[in-house]
Antibody
Framework: EVQLVESGGDLVQPGRSLRLSCAAS????????VHWVRQAPGKGLVWVSR????????SYADSVKDRFTISRDNAKNTLYLQMNSLRAEDTAVYYC??????????????WGRGTLVIVSS | ELVMTQSPATLSVSPGERATLSCRAS??????LAWYQQQPGQAPRLLIY???TRAAGIPARFSGSGSGTEFTLTISSLQSEDFAVYYC?????????FGQGTKVEIK
């Protein structure tokens, strides 16, 4: 089955760190750019970060730049998001999403079910 | 940042009727516009990309149109499984941005 499965979400205090994972299966993970998109409770979708298929290039939204780091291990078919200096406004469901368009676009044809991160004291 | 504005916020439609959802960009995004459907508690699902191309497995009752700054998603005859929230997304400008969503509810 073609799928993405996120994990690692938790309740964490402001200023602490958390690492999210996204396991891919059923397709050739190393052929695709992949992204993180988040959704605060009751709110819309916000793009967070992306990584090129071979891991050689990354991008971040201004709101997370210098705090979050995206990475991937193509041998393990896994995407990661290292989240440091977490803030209350980072509270959201985090989705990983596959991008079939690569440099040409950035839209998302496969999404995981998401993992919930709550930042609160 | 390019702002995507969807209207209406909520659309009440009876099953079998037609639904028309709008998405407006604050500046041109050419044809680089996608639509997603999100059911409660579920991940978004890609419906349309490049303004009017249906994603794999998406029924023909879903269609997209527009260009530049004005876009439309039309659901020709609403089925029970179509009641959901719909988001547009532009992928022409940095950063990629989504609209705030249109909830399609049963009338």
């Amino acid at each position: 089955e073609v799928q993405l499965v996120e994990s690692g979400g938790d309740l964490v205090q402001p200023g602490r760190s958390l690492r999210l994972s996204c396991a891919a299966s059923g397709f050739t993970f190393s052929n695709y750019w992949v992204h993180w998109v988040r959704q605060a409770p009751g709110k819309g979708l916000v793009w967070v970060s992306r990584i090129k298929d071979d891991g050689s290039s990354t991008s971040y939204a201004d709101s997370v730049k210098d705090r979050f780091t995206i990475s991937r291990d193509n041998a393990k078919n896994t995407l990661y998001l290292q989240m440091n200096s977490l803030r209350a406004e980072d509270t959201a469901v985090y989705y990983c999403a596959r991008d079939p368009s690569g440099a040409a676009g950035w839209y998302f044809d496969l999404w995981g079910r998401g993992t919930l991160v709550i930042v609160s004291s | 940042e390019l702002v995507m504005t969807q209207s209406p916020a909520t659309l009440s439609v009876s099953p079998g009727e037609r639904a028309t959802l709008s998405c407006r960009a604050s500046q041109s995004v050419s044809s680089n516009l996608a639509w997603y459907q999100q059911q409660p508690g579920q991940a978004p699902r890609l419906l349309i990309y490049r303004t009017s191309t249906r994603a794999a497995g998406i029924p023909a009752r879903f269609s997209g149109s527009g260009s530049g700054t004005e876009f439309t998603l039309t659901i020709s005859s609403l089925q029970s499984e179509d009641f959901a929230v719909y988001y547009c997304q532009q992928y022409n400008n940095w950063p990629r941005t989504f609209g705030q969503g249109t909830k399609v509810e049963i009338k």
